[in-house]
């Protein structure tokens, strides 16, 4: 059940890329975000991403392949819309800048009891620990990571982020932090 449950989402995820890649192709004279590194390739990036991550929308396999959940749901204090959701990070895939290797994966309940996964974020820590330079600031997908930014936790280094919907749409963007469309139930958030 899970391995077709795994390959239908890879085709999914195989269609989507094909048709993210479509509207791309065909608008050469407006600037993409990815444009520095070829549209192209950033499709590719992505299509990596789909096929690296199909199998943790089994929540069970996101668990065994070292992704630790966090009890908490994640949601947007600053702006007061949106939400991350469960993180699980991997922190074996700090500092990765490989589409197949995010730090972290994001879950939103699912009604049912269970998670669905909704996004993805890659994490890089910043070479001199400073919040007032950038000039380290890493890209992937062609986009600029986030930051630099101060830790979330205690004992977590000045960092840089760039998240990726790709689970779930976000209305926003693909590549912005919260998701207004992920919403964190009562009583799921850091008190």
């Given at each position: 059940?899970?391995?077709?449950?795994?390959?239908?989402?890879?085709?999914?995820?195989?269609?989507?890329?094909?048709?993210?890649?479509?509207p791309?192709?065909?608008s050469?004279?407006?600037?993409?975000?990815?444009?520095?590194?070829?549209?192209?390739?950033?499709?590719?990036?992505?299509?990596?991403?789909?096929?690296?991550?199909?199998?943790?929308?089994?929540?069970?396999?996101?668990?065994?392949?070292?992704?630790?959940?966090?009890?908490?749901?994640?949601?947007?204090?600053?702006?007061?819309?949106?939400?991350?959701?469960?993180?699980?990070?991997?922190?074996?895939?700090?500092?990765?800048?490989d589409?197949?290797?995010?730090?972290?994966?994001?879950?939103?309940?699912?009604?049912?009891?269970?998670?669905?996964?909704?996004?993805?974020?890659?994490l890089?820590?910043?070479?001199?620990?400073?919040?007032?330079?950038?000039?380290?600031?890493?890209?992937?997908?062609?986009?600029?990571?986030?930051?630099?930014?101060?830790?979330?936790?205690?004992?977590?280094?000045?960092?840089?982020?760039?998240?990726?919907?790709?689970?779930?749409?976000?209305?926003?963007?693909?590549?912005?932090?919260?998701?207004?469309?992920?919403?964190?139930?009562?009583?799921?958030?850091?008190?």
């Amino acid at each position: 059940m899970a391995r077709s449950l795994a390959l239908a989402l890879t085709a999914a995820a195989s269609l989507t890329v094909a048709a993210l890649a479509a509207p791309a192709a065909s608008s050469a004279a407006v600037p993409r975000p990815d444009a520095d590194r070829g549209v192209g390739r950033a499709v590719a990036d992505r299509a990596v991403v789909y096929r690296a991550t199909a199998r943790y929308q089994v929540h069970a396999n996101a668990v065994a392949a070292g992704y630790k959940p966090d009890k908490y749901c994640v949601f947007d204090k600053a702006g007061g819309t949106g939400a991350l959701g469960y993180p699980h990070f991997n922190h074996a895939y700090d500092n990765s800048l490989d589409p197949a290797k995010p730090a972290a994966l994001y879950y939103e309940d699912d009604g049912r009891g269970g998670k669905r996964l909704v996004g993805v974020q890659w994490l890089v820590y910043d070479r001199d620990q400073k919040l007032t330079t950038d000039d380290d600031r890493p890209t992937l997908f062609g986009v600029p990571f986030k930051g630099p930014k101060a830790g979330n936790f205690p004992g977590q280094p000045v960092h840089y982020a760039l998240h990726l919907w790709l689970w779930k749409e976000n209305p926003r963007g693909l590549f912005e932090s919260f998701n207004p469309a992920v919403t964190c139930l009562p009583g799921t958030t850091r008190p």
